[in-house]
């Protein structure tokens, strides 16, 4: 059983800052992939940003220069640091990792449960 559990989201006003965690906790051999996601009311979830396990990152164009994620190996956590936050950046983000589990099992997708992020004067 692999959780992936997402901190960090709340209210902030346009040009504000957020900090979103995801841990990933379980029986996880290794953590490959990890990204964000996020799902505005009424449009369909889009990859915001990836990182590697080698720490190479990919982001869509909308949050290039503004947003930038990282990971802690150790700790088995991805971050995303968002600045300049946006109206239109007002969403639920989720936490998506590939996760090898087990002593030998495979390689598995797996999402966290979400965290609402609204950006509101």
């Known amino acids: 059983q692999v959780r992936l559990v997402e901190s960090g989201g709340g209210l902030v006003r346009p040009g504000g800052s957020l900090r979103l965690s995801c841990a990933a906790s379980g029986w996880i051999r290794v953590v490959s992939s990890m990204g964000w996601y996020r799902q505005a009311p009424g449009k369909e979830r889009e990859l915001v940003a990836v990182?590697?396990?080698?720490?190479?990152?990919r982001y869509v164009d909308s949050v290039k220069g503004r947003f930038t994620i990282s990971r802690d190996n150790a700790k088995k956590t991805v971050y995303l640091q968002m600045n300049s936050l946006k109206p239109e950046d007002t969403a639920v983000y989720y936490c998506?990792?590939?996760?090898?589990?087990?002593?030998?099992?495979?390689?598995?997708?797996?999402w966290g449960q979400g965290t609402q992020v609204t950006v509101s004067s």
């Open positions: 990182i590697s396990s080698a720490e190479s990152t």
């Open positions: 998506n990792a590939d996760v090898a589990v087990g002593i030998s099992g495979g390689t598995h997708n797996y």
